[in-house]
Structure formats: C-alpha cells, structure tokens
Nanobody, 122 residues
Framework: QEQLVESGGGLVQPGGSLRLACAAS????????MTWSRQAPGKERERVAR????????DYAESVEGRFTISRDNAKRTVYLQMNSLKPEDTAVYYC???????????????WGQGTQVTVST
C-alpha cells in the first residue's frame, strides 16, 4: 500500500529551525517528484517547495525562498524540508505529496501524507 508519513513538526520560537521528514513506502519513490505544501487555518493549501525525482531541480514559494531547503535521499526513500528563520506566518499543517511529474499541481498529486503540525510562536 502506498504511504507517506511525515515527521518532525512541533512548536518552535520565531527565528528557530525545524527539519521535516517524509518517509515513503509502497511505490517507486525514486521515480516521483515530491512536494511539500502547507495549510494554515482558514486558508487554502499552498505549495511550499518541490523537487524532481533526481533531486537536481528544486522550486520554492516566494514566501520561503532563502529560508527553506527541500532535499531527498532516494536510498532512504525520504524527502526532507529544512526550515530556518521561522516566522509566525509559517504556522500550518505541512504535507508531503508525490506525483510523476515535477510540473504537477497540488490537485494532481497521487499520494499524500497525513500532515504534521508546525507552530511558530513565543
């Protein structure tokens, strides 16, 4: 069964860092582009970062550019999101997802994780 499991969320102070991980099983992870997205209360889900199946190309939302880094380890079947200089507006549930194409929008993602809460607050 195809599965994505996120971990690493939590409560952090503004300016702090967190590293999210998403472990994949049940499908050909090494052939899929991976995306991190987030959804804050009362807001639509937005893409945060994505990475090609090789890991050679990445793309970021303007709001996180320079602060967040997406990476993957195909041998470990895991994608990561390193989040630095966190701001209160980064508070959201963070999801990882998988799609065959790097260009696929959120509505075309094939597999989704259950999400992990990130809260940035004093």
């Amino acid at each position: 069964q195809e599965q994505l499991v996120e971990s690493g969320g939590g409560l952090v102070q503004p300016g702090g860092s967190l590293r999210l991980a998403c472990a994949a099983s049940g499908f050909a992870f090494e052939s899929y582009a991976m995306t991190w997205s987030r959804q804050a209360p009362g807001k639509e889900r937005e893409r945060v970062a994505r990475i090609t199946y090789t890991g050679r190309i990445t793309d970021y939302a303007e709001s996180v550019e320079g602060r967040f880094t997406i990476s993957r380890d195909n041998a470990k079947r895991t994608v990561y999101l390193q989040m630095n200089s966190l701001k209160p507006e980064d508070t959201a549930v963070y999801y990882c997802s998988a799609a065959p194409l790097f260009s696929s929008g959120l509505s075309l993602q094939e597999y989704w994780g259950q999400g992990t809460q990130v809260t940035v607050s004093t």
